[in-house]
């Protein structure tokens, strides 16, 4: 099993920067992939950004070259550091993981963020 918790969210102006984290426990070294994932009211959730245990990278369209996915150097913390953010960006923000085999998929709670015009 696997733990998640975000933590980092709040309030920022448009073009403002943030920086999420992630905490991760449990069965950490047999994790694929961590990503975060956001859902915005009345919206479906979406893939922000995903790394995996190599190390690649995937980022969801709409952040491709203002979000930045890495890693811990423990491997038992992944951030999310967003910059240039606006206001569409405003939503629960949450950390997965996909972990075992066969994969299961584990979910933070959510940080909320929230971006002002």
């Known amino acids: 099993q696997v733990q998640l918790v975000e933590s980092g969210g709040g309030l920022v102006q448009a073009g403002g920067s943030l920086r999420l984290s992630c905490a991760v426990s449990?069965?950490?070294?047999?994790?694929?992939?961590l990503g975060w994932y956001r859902q915005a009211p009345g919206k479906q959730r979406e893939l922000v950004a995903v790394?995996?245990?190599?190390?690649?990278?995937n980022y969801g369209d709409s952040v491709k070259g203002r979000f930045t996915i890495s890693r811990g150097n423990a491997a038992n913390m992944v951030y999310l550091q967003m910059n240039s953010l606006k206001p569409e960006d405003t939503a629960d923000y949450h950390c997965?993981?996909?972990?075992?085999?066969?994969?299961?998929?584990?979910w933070g709670k959510g940080t909320l963020v929230t971006v002002s015009s």
């Open positions: 997965a993981a996909k972990e075992g085999r066969p994969p299961i998929d584990y």
């Open positions: 790394i995996t245990s190599g190390g690649t990278t």
């Open positions: 449990g069965s950490i070294f047999s994790i694929h992939y």
